[in-house]
């Protein structure tokens, strides 16, 4: 009983554990099936928009770039933005001339394969329309390396392209668009450098205006510059370079200039690290050192100033002073107060970084000037904004929050065209839904510059006390004023002073250190005013018109800090963008050592989220991230309601045909539709239905589509799941009642072939045995009539042969006989009648019951074929039986001795055959021997 019971636990066991299996296994089945129903992975590649995988989630939008980037297809869209992957490696075809006519003659240029010139011709289509807002944006945003000033100058290289072919004036129009171009070159050499990830990061965003006339031709353009990185003329990290301009100038000065300059080629610069050793640097006050006074009331003592003093232009004696004395207002008293060692460094670097900021805004304004129409001459603009991209390092500061701010603002703007673009497409769909659910970055920017606290107003505030700042003051005040806001948190194991703020694209932390200062960007007054007695006439003219606002001619209310001067210059950004149609670019790059082809997924993602393509995928979601086509729709659900599809498309298609428009194609499969989604509705809560009011949040039906949310996704699924096991029960059903009625058909089928078979073998061995017994009786009536018939012959002529063939032929045997004791019938000449013994008479006479022939041999087969009447050698001879040596006088004698006859063999054909197997039953001559003995 035990053994029962557990082999029937056993059973249940398997069973439970086989249904599990096949349950996973079907799991797994499905998810792929789902996914492959909504995207074909290994078409993942031909994916021209990003927002077009179904679902739209990081993962697969990653997965669809990387196909992409394998397949070397560097441009995708991300519905109203385009994404580029940097390849790393020129690819000329993609940018030649011919690609851009291409582009710029095709009708439909977004038919064409993603590109840049996709974007560029867009805008510039936009303002051929004149259609409101007539102006446009290319913002181009990415993380260094990631391919900005790649892409900006692909773009102005269009327009000039574009512009060029299509002028008149053929002069101007080139004028202009070679000077766009060549101010590229001279920009980046002043503005840019060789870091740890791009060995020419722009370090400075900008703004470039390019002015059409009204007939849409290129006639002028301006720049605008943001935050320069000028810190990096004095300090440059480890492995990183100062900028391009000072190795150029280096490594491409004449002697002439050599010694005009200065600039033994001998000579090491502090401020020029990883020079090659042909190099020398121009910023000979980086050679300035600072060494301390002897006495303390007394300045430093200052080595290698003469050179700099020189170039500069400026008096010796009050460079060196500015660099060491700083002078302290007291009332309307001036007192002057040595400075230390560490503050004359501060000093001369700053000394340096306003010069060059300084010469850096003149070569903008020069490149503006040579460049920028009048104002009367053009109407319309296509700006292009090369912005840093979202920072995030070990160690962040002001520049940080500064270019975070900055994205911060181009995302919100981005969000809300987003938002546009999406509900513009609900609203040609026929949606009546808006994203009022959807939380924008609002609360971030609220921390950074809101008012009356933020961050900005409470750096700003302590720039104006005029007092040394203190970190973990600042940090107190920071906790104490901001606190509500969620977007702000501390690390409270970190002991350095921080914060960090919740930014769409991640967590940023930065520290406090020095922030202050940097936000003050002090220039000493002492600074300002010996550059404004320099002889050299440009650096006076940077200077004279004391436009820069020193520490001493400001009064403290009146600072202008940079966060309000960043702040200042982005909101006036962001007018000009919000006025205008926007086209966003995020280039992406796909590896951190700038590796051409590879494709590396933690950067990608990071990026993916930086540039806010992660937060379109947000914004999707937080609609309906999912939409499928009526036809597909229906294709896969359409067994929920047991829909006859293709009735229903081939009535649409019927009306298709006859009415033209396909919108009564798309109306019959949207009942369709809509017939699936109320059951599916109708089961979840069995009041609900498809209208508008209801269910709204979670499905809509457009014109040509279904919006969907992933729950109902699931909830399609799931019905799905049980519909198509329930069909797959009844087709086994059907198919196991279908098998055994094919089995039975087959077995009744084979036991009737059997049947015939068997009764067609038996009929035929009866008519064989019929024709065998007619013979038999035939032979046997014959054979017993001529027995008869013989034995009477016999008779008659018995006396008749004693008396005369026995005499004749015995005399001629008896020799033979006695001298051999047997006769060789051979050797007999003439013919020799041989009479045997009718065989019925010699049975009739046998004795015994064993018949057995005296005669042996030849002599007894001779017998015995003569009996039976047998040809044997037909008449050549005849053979008498034993009964005549012996002196029978009649055959009716009786014989002597005993008859034996051993028969082995029935002489008749069917003898030995029998019907039926019965071996009790004999027939035929064996009968008849049988019944004889
Ligand atoms: N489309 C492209 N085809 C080929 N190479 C490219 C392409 N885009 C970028 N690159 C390569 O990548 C390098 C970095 O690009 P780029 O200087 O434009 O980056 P960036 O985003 O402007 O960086 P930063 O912010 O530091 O200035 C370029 O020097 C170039 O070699």
């Not at 640097?281 to 100033?305: I, K, M, R, T, W």
């Not at 060491?324 to 107060?337: C, D, E, I, N, Y």
């Amino acid at each position: 009983m035990s053994l029962f019971l557990h082999q029937i636990w056993r059973n249940v066991a398997l069973h439970q554990y086989r249904t599990q299996d096949l349950r996973k296994s079907l799991n797994d089945s499905l998810e792929g099936d789902i996914r492959d129903f909504l995207i074909n992975e290994a078409e993942l590649h031909t994916y021209d928009d990003l927002t077009k995988v179904n679902p739209v989630t990081p993962s697969t939008v990653l997965k669809c770039l990387q196909a992409r980037y394998s397949a070397k297809v560097f441009y995708t869209h991300a519905g109203c933005t385009l994404v580029a992957l940097n390849p790393f490696q020129p690819i000329p075809h993609l940018y030649s001339l011919d690609v851009m006519r291409e582009y710029h003659t095709a009708p439909q240029p977004q038919e064409f394969k993603p590109h840049i010139f996709i974007v560029a011709e867009e805008a510039y289509r936009n303002v051929q329309g004149q259609v409101e807002p007539i102006n446009q944006s290319l913002v181009v945003s990415g993380e260094s390396g990631a391919g900005k000033t790649w892409t900006s100058r692909c773009l102005m290289k269009y327009y000039a392209t574009v512009a060029t072919s299509s002028q008149k004036c053929q002069d101007t129009v080139e004028k202009i668009e070679r000077r766009v171009l060549d101010s590229n070159p001279v920009m980046e050499a002043f503005g840019n450098a060789c870091t740890l990830r791009n060995s020419n990061s722009s370090r400075f965003g900008k703004y470039i205006q390019l002015q059409l006339n009204g007939s849409q031709l290129l006639v002028g353009a301006s720049v605008q510059t943001y935050l320069l990185e000028k810190t990096r003329v004095a300090f440059q990290a480890p492995t990183e370079r100062n900028f391009h301009i000072f190795y150029q100038m280096m490594k491409g000065a004449t002697e002439k200039q050599r010694l005009e300059w200065m600039l033994p080629s001998e000579q090491d610069f502090a401020w020029l690290p990883h020079a090659e050793k042909t190099l020398e640097g121009l910023l000979q006050l980086g050679n300035v050192y600072f060494s301390p006074a002897s006495e303390e009331a007394q300045p430093c003592d200052l080595d290698g100033h003469s050179k700099a003093a020189d170039l500069l232009q400026v008096p010796l004696d009050e460079l060196q002073s500015c660099l060491t004395v700083r002078t302290l207002l007291a009332g309307k008293q001036s007192v002057l107060k040595p400075c230390s060692q560490s503050e004359c460094g501060v000093r001369r670097d700053c000394l340096a970084k306003v010069i060059y900021a300084q010469l850096f805004d003149w070569l903008v304004t020069f490149i503006n000037n040579s460049m920028c129409a009048d104002s009367s001459m053009w109407c319309n603009f296509i700006g292009l904004l090369d912005v840093y991209g979202f920072e995030c390092f070990l160690l962040n500061n002001l520049e940080q929050l500064c270019i975070n701010y900055a994205n911060e603002k181009l995302q919100q703007h981005f969000v809300a065209h987003y938002l546009k673009a999406q509900q513009e497409e609900y609203v040609t769909e026929g949606l009546q839904w808006s994203f009022i659910r959807y939380q924008d970055n609002q609360g971030c920017l609220d921390l950074i510059e809101g008012s009356p606290s933020s961050i900005f107003s409470l750096l700003n505030e302590e720039c104006r006390l005029n007092r040394v700042s203190d970190a973990k003051q600042f940090r107190v005040r920071l906790q104490k004023e901001l606190s509500d806001n969620t977007s702000i948190s501390w690390d409270k194991l970190s002991k350095e002073p921080h914060f960090t703020v919740a930014h769409y694209a991640g967590n940023v932390s930065y520290q406090i250190e020095g922030m202050m200062e940097k936000n003050k960007d002090p220039v000493p007054p002492e600074i300002i005013s010996v550059l404004q007695k320099s002889q050299d006439s440009l650096l006076h003219s940077l200077f004279a018109d004391g436009d820069r606002e020193s520490e001493g001619s400001r009064g403290h209310s009146k600072v202008v800090t940079v966060v309000s001067k960043f702040k200042n210059s982005l909101e006036s950004l962001m007018k000009i963008l919000h006025s205008t149609t926007p086209h966003y670019t995020r280039c992406i790059k796909p590896n951190p050592d700038c590796r051409p082809l590879t494709f590396k997924k933690e950067e990608v993602i990071a990026q993916l989220e930086a540039c806010g393509i992660v937060e379109t995928i947000n914004i999707s979601a937080a609609g309906f991230p999912i939409r499928i086509p009526y036809g597909s729709f229906l294709q896969r659900y359409g067994l929920i309601a047991n829909t006859r599809l293709t009735a229903r498309m081939n009535r649409a298609n019927t009306h298709v045909s006859l009415t033209g428009p396909e919108m009564s194609d798309q109306a019959v499969l949207g009942s369709a539709v809509e017939d699936v989604l109320n059951l599916v509705l109708k089961r979840r809560a069995p009041n609900s239905t498809l209208s508008p009011d209801d269910n709204n949040s979670l499905v809509h039906c457009g014109r040509t589509k279904v919006f969907l949310t992933h729950s109902l996704l699931e909830m399609l699924e799931e019905h799905r799941n049980r519909v198509c096991s329930q069909k797959a029960f009844c087709i086994q059903c059907c198919w196991r009642r279908y098998q055994t009625r094919q089995r039975n058909l087959r077995t009744q089928a084979a036991t009737r072939l059997q049947a015939v078979v068997r009764s067609w073998l038996v009929r035929r061995e009866i008519k064989k045995w019929h024709k065998a017994a007619s013979i038999i009786q035939t032979t046997w009536r014959r054979w017993r009539a001529w027995m008869d018939a013989l034995a009477e012959a016999e008779l008659d002529d018995a006396e008749d042969f004693m008396e005369n063939e026995a005499s004749s032929v015995l005399p001629k045997l008896d020799p033979l006989l006695k001298e051999r004791g047997s006769v060789q019938l051979s050797s007999i000449q003439e013919p020799v009648l041989v009479r045997g013994w009718p065989i019925g008479l010699a049975m009739a006479s046998a004795p015994s019951v064993t018949v057995s022939l005296t005669a042996t041999g030849f002599q007894r087969i001779m017998s015995m074929m003569a009996c039976l009447k047998s040809p044997f050698r037909h008449g050549g001879y005849k053979v008498k039986t034993n009964q005549f040596d012996q002196g029978v006088a009649s055959i009716r004698a009786q014989p002597r001795g005993s008859i034996k006859m051993h028969l082995q063999r029935s002489p008749l054909l069917y003898a030995d055959m029998h019907p039926v197997h019965k071996t009790d039953v004999v027939t035929g001559f064996n009968q008849i021997l049988l019944e004889r003995t």
